[in-house]
């Protein structure tokens, strides 16, 4: 039986941290690309509590200049 391939939430938002800091951005940073009123979708990210809708995800891959293939993280 084959498995099916699940993102790895906490992995994923590990991943999210590191690509935000590589860029030397600030979660304020990230913010205000977003227009958001407040971090707390950005926190849940990076922790792992919950992952970016696609829409967010094709802003995070502009933002951080790569892929979204690279910005999650599949187990298979």
């Known amino acids: 039986m084959t498995s099916i ?3 790895n939430m906490e992995k994923t938002g590990e991943n999210i941290v590191h690509l935000r800091q590589t860029r030397g951005l ?10 958001f009123v407040t971090p707390q979708a950005i926190y849940k ?4 509590n919950a992952l970016p809708t696609i829409d967010n995800l094709v802003v995070l891959a502009e933002i951080f200049q790569v892929p979204i293939d690279d910005i ?5």
């Not at 979660?27 to 977003?34: C, M, N, S």
């Not at 990210?45 to 792992?48: A, D, I, V």
């Open 45 to 48: 990210w990076q922790q792992g």
């Open 72 to 76: 999650l993280v599949v187990n298979h």
């Open 5 to 7: 391939p699940m993102v």
């Open 26 to 35: 600030s979660v304020k940073d990230i913010q205000k690309e977003f227009g």
